[in-house]
């Protein structure tokens, strides 16, 4: 407890991680209240206003269907938080058993479960996604299928070495030496100690989610039309880009803070629990 | 100590002398290509959206008939008219067999004269190699008659081979051109320009002027053709910067934007393409029920379309694909003006109301749930698919648009409700009214996926390929558009107009919307 105290001052110490955290938790307020705040339906498609510029009618200006810029992005951010929340959950769950298991377990296991992480993480992940997003075709949910794919290496890795040292420890022996079963064990002793590092991984894989998510809406993979996602819009405004330059900038901010504050976050909090982690790759 | 410093100082003298000559060398070009501007040099540089990628005839015979190098038997005119290339005349000799005489004045771009062997050559060349064009033309052999005649044998009584010969794939090119691995690497053709050089790896083909054309010479003394750029503002950018010369399809809504320019010249023409919507299967519900049909045409904002997503880039269709000014159109055709409230009456007779009150038509508990297939690679169809979507939704369909390749969408074309958002539905590759309406319409059409089968359509389009009188001929089709447009075998939106680019100096271009997508033609010339 006291510990966990020390880590929060130590978070709270950070500046850029402190901004950070207040950033995210405006941008999650905006997404679950996106129903009131966004000024117009953002699927609504009036021709007549197409492409206007940024005004007090429509703070950042019309698209080329004449919908609201600022209501999309509004919901876009609802889709983004959505997306990454899946991905990260499902991606962190799995790895962190595929790791866990692998670690403890060791032997064969051991050597089957991560040779096919290596194989994996051979490959570029972007290029893995595409792989799958054309096998099984665009939309939102096989684009959490084919960030998923990949997105638990990483976990699997790190748990893997952590449950690796802490299986050595001694009180792991005696826990072993009372008669506790193996899932017990993991449980009560394995898992605690590897969530941590995990949790500064999930919060820097946010940001890469989020990241690719965008990449994927921008090669029009992503979420089809007319759902508002911030790289689909990106898309849709690259043909206008030279005279309605803001249908570009917006989205295009709007992701370049957000995987900002999340990295901001990950770093603090990587700081704060464990200051010798500082090299921790996200894939 | 000393020797160190001596050292050092011979890199910067070698660092800034490589500098120097690096920019130096940039204002030297920069200055070459000025002057050469000065003395108004005739060459003109293409942005092609479309990737070359082959010099053989019997596959990139389009391009190289758009680009003057091959010429045809026959050639269509900007008005529509046939008349005499290559050929110098037709004639019927019987049911299935039409004589040509070639013209006895054409050499080749190697000074060799043109005769039946080379026509021979290319034809049975072509179809060898292209299946297609054996297809579309329905051409059974080629027989020589002397050095300057031809029978062309059909399988059929077959009206419109004159027409098919002009079909830019029908090209017509010399036996002696350089063939490798029986790929031709060099083709010589009888065009206002030869063939120089084809880079495959950075596509760009370059073309010089042919001296001793047939037909008057060319002004222009090189063409360079800079094959696949593909993206649309990517072309915009070229042409702005002034790396091009001649471009076609900017962003669609930069038209306004480049019409200001006054260093740009921006020429806005009718194109036999168009946007429709296809009904997936026709033989199943819901559009087995003409009334649905006819309310998703009501439904559509055509209108609004060609305004908004076209900008002005189009014209609104008469339900047909055959732009005004074709000969054989029917032009008493309305087709299906916007008009939601009929849609909805119509969808009501069908049997589809919203029974459950969510705001989407069911009938016997299946909702009027739909999925819009569309290709990202013309930049109208996503936004056009997107409008239609909302329109839909006005009548009480509820739609879901989805951008995929176009040989994944035809897999998924028997999905219940689906429609595919098409674009570039060309209908003069052939200059014939048989070639569009055989191939949407006839039950066994090669264009004809969605199953549109209408025993008098069948027999009216058999009638027309062998009725030789053209009046006679031109009233049975327009019969055939009539009876298309009531049955509503798909949703003809709108024309679409190619808008060309180029610099203000280029003069002389004149547009041929029988085209695939543009040609260009012997008077351009440039002009400070």
């Given at each position: 407890m006291i510990s966990l105290l020390r880590d929060v001052r130590e978070f709270g110490k950070n500046r850029a991680a402190m901004m950070g955290l207040i950033v995210i938790c405006i941008l999650i307020m905006i997404a679950l209240l996106a129903e009131v705040i966004s000024?117009?339906?953002?699927?609504?498609?009036?021709?007549?206003?197409?492409?206007?510029?940024?005004?007090?009618?429509h703070i950042m200006g019309t698209d080329h269907l004449g919908r609201d810029v600022l209501s999309r992005i509004i919901y876009g951010s609802r889709l983004t938080f959505q997306l990454s929340i899946i991905v990260v959950t499902i991606t962190a769950i799995v790895g962190i058993t595929v790791g866990i298991v692998s670690g403890y377990y060791g032997g064969i296991l051991d050597e089957i479960l991560m040779r096919f992480v290596d194989i994996l993480l051979a490959f570029p992940s972007i290029i893995l996604a595409l792989v799958v997003i054309g096998a099984l075709g665009p939309g939102i949910n096989n684009t959490i299928l084919a960030i998923s794919f990949v997105g638990w290496l990483s976990y699997a890795r790190v748990s893997r070495g952590s449950t690796l040292s802490i299986k050595e420890k001694e009180f792991i022996e005696c826990a072993r030496s009372i008669g506790s079963g193996d899932f017990y064990i993991i449980y009560k002793h394995v898992y605690p100690n590897v969530l941590y590092p995990n949790i500064v991984l999930a919060t820097l894989h946010m940001g890469s989610v989020i990241l690719t998510v965008a990449a994927l809406g921008f090669l029009g993979?992503?979420?089809?039309?007319?759902t508002p996602e911030w790289g689909t819009m990106l898309n849709e405004g690259k043909e206008f880009l030279r005279m309605c330059p803001w249908l570009s900038i917006f989205p295009g901010l709007m992701i370049m803070i957000t995987v900002l504050a999340f990295n901001f976050i990950g770093d603090g909090l990587r700081d704060a629990l464990d200051p010798r982690m500082k090299d921790v790759v996200v894939k | 100590m000393l020797r160190i410093k001596i050292n050092s100082i011979g890199i910067w003298i070698t660092l800034v002398t490589i500098m120097g000559l690096v920019a130096f060398s940039g204002c030297i070009d920069q200055e070459g290509t000025d002057t050469d501007k000065s003395r108004v040099e005739q060459k003109l540089v293409i942005a092609e959206p479309?990737?070359?990628?082959?010099?053989?005839p019997a596959t990139a015979g389009g391009t190289l008939n758009n680009f003057l190098l091959l010429e045809t038997l026959t050639f269509m005119e900007p008005d529509f008219s046939l008349v005499p290339g290559l050929a110098e005349s037709w004639e019927l000799i019987d049911n299935t067999t039409w004589r040509i005489h070639l013209k006895d004045n054409i050499k080749f771009h190697d000074n060799t004269e043109l005769t039946a062997d080379d026509v021979k050559y290319s034809f049975d060349r072509n179809m060898e190699k292209n299946p297609t064009i054996r297809g579309e033309m329905g051409i059974k052999s080629i027989k020589k008659i002397d050095d300057y005649t031809v029978d062309i044998i059909t399988?059929?009584?077959?009206?419109a081979i004159p027409a098919a010969l002009?079909?830019?794939?029908?090209v017509i090119y010399s036996k002696n051109s350089v063939e490798k691995d029986g790929i031709i690497v060099k083709p010589i053709g009888t065009g206002p320009f030869k063939f120089e050089k084809y880079n495959k790896a950075s596509d760009i083909l370059e073309l010089s002027k042919n001296e001793n054309y047939w037909n008057g010479v060319p002004k222009l003394d090189t063409v360079i053709i800079q094959g696949g750029v593909g993206e649309a503002s990517t072309r915009e950018l070229a042409i702005e910067k002034g790396e091009v010369d001649f471009t076609t399809?900017?962003?669609?809504?930069?038209t306004e934007r480049l019409e200001s320019n006054p260093d740009l010249n921006v020429i806005v023409h009718p194109l036999c393409q168009g946007y429709k919507l296809n009904f997936?299967?026709?033989?199943?519900?819901?559009?087995?029920d003409i009334n649905v049909r006819k309310a998703i045409a009501y439904a559509v904002d055509k209108e609004s379309i060609v305004e908004h997503i076209l900008y002005e880039r189009g014209e609104i269709s008469n339900g047909m694909g055959f732009v005004p000014g074709?000969?054989?159109?029917?032009?008493d055709l309305e087709g299906y003006p916007y008009d939601p409230q009929k849609a909805k009456q119509l969808l009501k007779e069908a049997g589809?109301?919203?029974?459950?009150?969510?705001?989407i038509l069911d009938k016997d508990g299946k909702a009027f749930k739909i999925t819009l297939y569309t290709w990202?690679?013309?930049?109208?169809?996503p936004p056009l698919a997107e409008t239609v979507q909302s329109q839909f939704k006005e009548i009480g369909i509820d739609a879901e648009v989805r951008i995929m390749d176009w040989s994944a969408i035809t897999e998924r074309?028997?999905?219940?409700g689906a429609i595919r958002v098409s674009?570039?539905?060309?209908?003069m590759r052939i200059p014939d009214p048989g070639y569009y309406l055989e191939r949407n319409f006839?039950?066994?059409?090669?264009?004809?996926?969605?199953g549109y089968k209408n025993e008098e359509v069948d027999r009216l389009l058999e009638e027309g390929r062998s009725t030789f009188d053209n009046e006679k001929r031109y009233d049975i089709y327009r019969n055939v558009q009539k009876i298309v447009v009531d049955d509503v075998a798909d949703v003809y939106i709108a024309y679409h107009n190619l808008a060309v680019v180029t610099k203000?100096?280029?003069?002389?271009y004149v547009p041929n919307p029988s085209a695939h997508d543009y040609r260009i033609n012997p008077g351009i010339y440039i002009e400070e």
């Open positions: 000024p117009y339906d953002p699927t609504k498609i009036i021709l007549e206003d197409k492409l206007q510029a940024p005004s007090i009618e993979l992503g979420a089809q039309p007319p | 479309w990737g070359i990628s082959s010099v053989d399988d059929k009584p077959d009206a002009s079909y830019a794939q029908a399809e900017p962003p669609m809504g930069s997936g299967n026709l033989s199943k519900a819901p559009y087995d074709i000969e054989w159109r029917n032009n589809w109301e919203d029974t459950d009150n969510d705001g990202p690679q013309r930049p109208a169809l074309l028997n999905e219940w674009g570039g539905a060309t209908s006839h039950s066994e059409g090669n264009s004809n996926s969605y203000s100096g280029v003069n002389g």
